[in-house]
T-cell receptor, first 109, second 116 residues
Framework: GQSLEQPSEVTAVEGAIVQINCTYQ??????LSWYQQHDGGAPTFLSY????GLEETGRFSSFLSRSDSYGYLLLQELQMKDSASYFC??????????FGSGTRLLVRP | NAGVMQNPRHLVRRRGQEARLRCSPM?????VYWYRQLPEEGLKFMVY????????ESGMPKERFSAEFPKEGPSILRIQQVVRGDSAAYFC??????????????FGPGTRLTVL
């Protein structure tokens, strides 16, 4: 079967750093993506890793280890507006995205 | 450049009625994907279409659900004889190409379907 595992909830304080992990088991792998979704909103693309290593985009970084079927999203200098759900997603061999169940991030003042 | 457009944003239907959800991809995008999201859950793939072709419908229920992406006009997700379990948010995404690693799927605002 195909599955992605990520923590259901994470809490952190404003200004801190938080890491959201994702492990996956899929048939075919073309890359790991991360999406942010605020309540009632649409998923917004954050980052994509096709190769091992770290990709940095501003306050957000994403890491991938294909040999470990593992990746993470790192959020730095947390802001209140970062409170949202974060989904990891794998593009499988037929180009569709397989999503994890999401991690709800709560940023406290 | 307008993003992915979906309408209606909210749709209320009674059990047994039909629901039609529309999606206009971003300009220049010819690949459309439909996903369903139940409350507090992740998005589940339903169907992948290109113009006039269904490429992958492995996530679509065999009965009552159909999708199309005609040569002209938006992609349509059609749900016949809706039941309460169909209540969910339905998101459409589009991409310019499907080659892995070269493009990203961009999501529309979604249609929130409520079945009474």
């Amino acid at each position: 079967g195909q599955s992605l595992e990520q923590p259901s909830e994470v809490t952190a304080v404003e200004g801190a750093i938080v890491q959201i992990n994702c492990t996956y088991q899929t048939s075919g792998f073309y890359g790991l993506s991360w999406y942010q979704q605020h309540d009632g909103g649409a998923p917004t693309f954050l980052s994509y890793n096709a190769l091992d290593g770290l990709e940095e985009t501003g306050r957000f970084s994403s890491f991938l280890s294909r040999s470990d079927s593992y990746g993470y999203l790192l959020l730095q200098e947390l802001q209140m507006k970062d409170s949202a759900s974060y989904f990891c997603a794998v593009m499988d061999s037929s180009y569709k995205l397989i999503f994890g169940s999401g991690t709800r991030l709560l940023v406290r003042p | 450049n307008a993003g992915v457009m979906q309408n209606p944003r909210h749709l209320v239907r009674r059990r047994g009625q039909e629901a039609r959800l529309r999606c206009s991809p971003m300009k220049g995008h010819s690949h459309v994907y439909w996903y369903r999201q139940l409350p507090e859950e992740g998005l589940k793939f339903m169907v992948y279409l290109q113009k006039e072709n269904i490429i992958d419908e492995s996530g679509m229920p065999k009965e009552r659900f159909s999708a199309e992406f005609p040569k002209e006009g938006p992609s349509i997700l059609r749900i016949q004889q809706v039941v309460r379990g169909d209540s969910a948010a339905y998101f459409c995404a589009s991409s310019a190409v499907a080659a892995p690693g070269t493009d990203t799927q961009y999501f529309g605002p979604g249609t929130r379907l409520t079945v009474l």
